[in-house]
């Protein structure tokens, strides 16, 4: 029972952790999404907005399956960068629920707190989010070389989030998004092969033995 419970409990933190790929992906397709609201919808972009806050919530759920599995690195920088980017995803996504659900923005309109909260929040995961891949770099959770592109994608979301560029902020802001699809994508082939791997090792050890015992 305890054995089953554990390999439960494995497969969730595991499932958790893909999580960074759906919610990259939803991400990196803001721009779009704005767009076609735009030109789609009665409530323009705001009817996007509506829906983008799954987006941090994906990834904040990943970023916690992430760094239950150690991939987020070791030491105290594994948990400065833990907290950082789960603190910011937080805070996006309560602005954005703030401003564009509950309207908060509308009853304090000079302090706007939703969408203080979320530009706040989006300096905030693009901040923690350099750390963890430094983290990630120094202890070699993935493999080093796949590690820069994640480095250059938060970069690009901090730039993004941090000065108004027109449309090459939305092109960092989907960079953003697609630096956590690539990090889920190696953490999920890195899973794969090393199945694979431990798969085979294991019946070749028991081939072996029973060739011996069969001797």
Do not use: C
């Amino acid at each position: 029972m305890r054995r089953l419970l554990s390999g439960l409990v494995a497969a969730a933190v595991w499932l958790a952790s893909m999580m960074v790929v759906p919610g990259g992906g939803l991400w990196a397709l803001t721009p779009m999404g704005i767009t076609l609201a735009e030109s789609r919808l009665p409530s323009g972009a705001d009817g996007f907005w509506q829906l983008f806050a799954t987006a941090p919530l994906l990834l904040l759920v990943g970023v916690v399956g992430l760094h239950l599995r150690g991939i987020t690195g070791g030491g105290l920088l594994r948990w400065a960068s833990f907290l950082v980017v789960a603190l910011g995803l937080a805070l996006v996504a309560a602005g954005n629920v703030g401003q564009f659900w509950l309207g908060v923005d509308d009853v304090f309109i000079l302090a706007a707190p939703g969408y203080r909260a979320f530009r706040i929040g989006l300096l905030v995961a693009a901040a923690g989010s350099v750390v963890l891949g430094v983290s990630a770099l120094k202890d070699r959770t993935v493999p080093s070389w796949t590690v820069p592109p994640f480095l250059a994608a938060a970069m690009g979301g901090l730039i993004a989030f941090a000065v108004d560029l027109g449309s090459t902020g939305a092109a960092l802001w989907a960079l953003f998004g697609l630096g956590w699809v690539w990090l889920g994508a190696v953490v999920f082939v890195r899973d794969v092969v090393g199945f694979v791997l431990g798969r085979y090792r294991r019946d070749k050890k028991a081939g072996g033995r029973t060739a011996g015992e069969a001797g």
